[in-house]
């Protein structure tokens, strides 16, 4: 396994009653072959709570099962809020389960940004803010279900996104400038190929279908930045922060990409 993360923070599909494939809806298009509302299972759902094409996700209409990324929510949800109990034992369990699963989602995602935060030398300012954090996060993720129902999500994130922005601001110091600042810009379909673009801020960037091959990507903030079909071949995402599995899966790329260790390089990548 590459990278320093810990291990639940891995999905673990053997230990998930496939709540992504059912608690969570998709609608019609590139990503996905039909429409499923929340709550329904998902035509392609085994009775064992595996994919009936699983092998073949990409060819049949469905590339969106193979982006998404629960960050280990799925098996905390199942094992440790519900001790075991599947959402098809009974109505309630499946109701209360169901709402839950993007709670801890969300708080399983600030566990891998807060992790990967403390690894960076250059956050050590914060780094005691950041464990505590981590620790308040880790806290309120081992709340029973109706504490984490209850739980106001967005609050945290403020209080998780000023560290992570610190954080930013701390790694990217020494090399970003103000041409760099592009978060949140449109950048679809952009020719960015061989751009430098180290220590750029491009966090909730729409980086959709943009040639970046052979871009330099080095200590760039990435969070929350739409990769979907993104070619990345030869690009340089050395150093790169915040950069997360289902982004890197959204993205193109080739044996020359190169990522931060924490990232694998993604099966269908050339």
Same mark, same amino acid.
């Given at each position: 396994m590459p990278g320093d993360r810990p291990l639940e923070l891995?999905?673990?599909?053997?230990?998930?009653?496939?709540?992504?494939?059912?608690?969570l809806p998709f609608a019609a298009s590139a990503?996905?072959?039909?429409?499923?509302?929340?709550?329904?299972?998902?035509?392609?759902?085994?009775?064992?709570?595996?994919?009936?094409?699983?092998?073949?996700?990409?060819?049949?209409?469905?590339?969106?099962?193979t982006v998404f990324d629960c960050f280990g929510a799925g098996q905390k949800v199942s094992q440790h809020t519900f001790a075991g109990r599947?959402?098809?034992?009974?109505?309630?369990?499946?109701?209360?389960?169901?709402?839950?699963?993007?709670?801890?989602?969300?708080?399983?995602?600030?566990?891998?940004y807060l992790s990967e935060?403390?690894?960076?030398?250059?956050a050590r300012p914060v780094h005691g803010e950041l464990r505590r954090l981590l620790d308040e996060t880790e806290r309120l993720s081992l709340e029973d279900a109706a504490a984490l129902a209850a739980l106001d999500v967005g609050a945290h994130r403020e209080a998780v996104n000023v560290l992570l922005l610190r954080t930013s601001e701390l790694v990217r110091g020494p090399v970003r400038h103000r041409k760099k600042?592009?978060?949140?810009?449109?950048?679809?379909g952009a020719r960015l190929r061989g751009a430098d673009l180290r220590g750029a801020n491009l966090r909730g960037a729409y980086l959709?279908?943009?040639?970046?091959?052979? %871009? $330099? #990507? *080095?200590? +760039? =903030? &990435?969070? @929350? %930045? $739409? #990769? *979907?079909? +993104? =070619? &990345?071949? @030869? %690009? $340089? #995402?050395?150093?790169a922060i915040f950069l997360t599995q289902a982004q890197a899966n959204a993205a193109r790329g080739d044996a020359a990409t190169r990522l931060p260790a924490a990232v694998s390089r993604p099966a269908h990548w050339s």
């Open positions: 891995r999905a673990d599909c053997e230990n998930c009653f496939a709540l992504c494939c059912v608690a990503d996905f072959a039909v429409d499923k509302p929340a709550g329904k299972p998902c035509a392609n759902l085994r009775d064992d709570f595996r994919c009936g094409i699983h092998a073949r996700l990409r060819r049949s209409g469905f590339p969106g099962c599947d959402w098809r034992s009974s109505a309630e369990t499946a109701s209360a389960m169901f709402g839950v699963f993007p709670v801890m989602r969300q708080l399983h995602e600030f566990l891998w935060a403390l690894t960076l030398k250059a600042e592009l978060r949140g810009a449109d950048l679809m959709i279908a943009a040639d970046l091959r052979r %871009a $330099d #990507l *080095r200590q +760039a =903030d &990435l969070i @929350g %930045a $739409d #990769l *979907r079909d +993104a =070619d &990345l071949s @030869g %690009a $340089d #995402l050395t150093g």
